[in-house]
Nanobody
Framework: QVQLVESGGGLVQPGGSLGLSCAAS????????VGWYRQAPGKQRELVAA???????NYANSVKGRFTISRDNTKNTVYLQMNSLKPEDTAVYYC?????????????WGQGTQVTVSS
């Protein structure tokens, strides 16, 4: 069984920074594309940033230049560094990963971590 666990959320003032982590555990053979998504109250879940197994990245226009996604394959962990945070970045942040075990390739979600940007 594969699990994704997010951490690093919290309360930060506008203009501040937070770093999120998404750690995968279990009988993992490889981790393909990993994405960070967010969902604000009353809104649909949206893709914030993604990184492929070859370290290619893409970002939502709303976070370009402020957020950076990275990964450490030795730790099966993906990071999201968020700078210059705005109140509209407030949401629950989820990571999603396409993970291959020795038997299957499946899509997994973490439980989410709350990010609140407020003065």
């Amino acid at each position: 069984q594969v699990q994704l666990v997010e951490s690093g959320g919290g309360l930060v003032q506008p203009g501040g920074s937070l770093g999120l982590s998404c750690a995968a555990s279990g009988r993992i053979f490889s981790i393909e594309t990993v994405g960070w998504y967010r969902q604000a109250p009353g809104k649909q879940r949206e893709l914030v940033a993604a990184i492929t197994s070859r370290y290619s990245t893409n970002y939502a226009n709303s976070v370009k230049g402020r957020f950076t996604i990275s990964r450490d394959n030795t730790k099966n962990t993906v990071y999201l560094q968020m700078n210059s945070l705005k109140p509209e970045d407030t949401a629950v942040y989820y990571c999603n990963a396409l993970v291959s075990t020795f038997r299957t390739t499946s899509d997994y979600w973490g439980q989410g971590t709350q990010v609140t940007v407020s003065s």
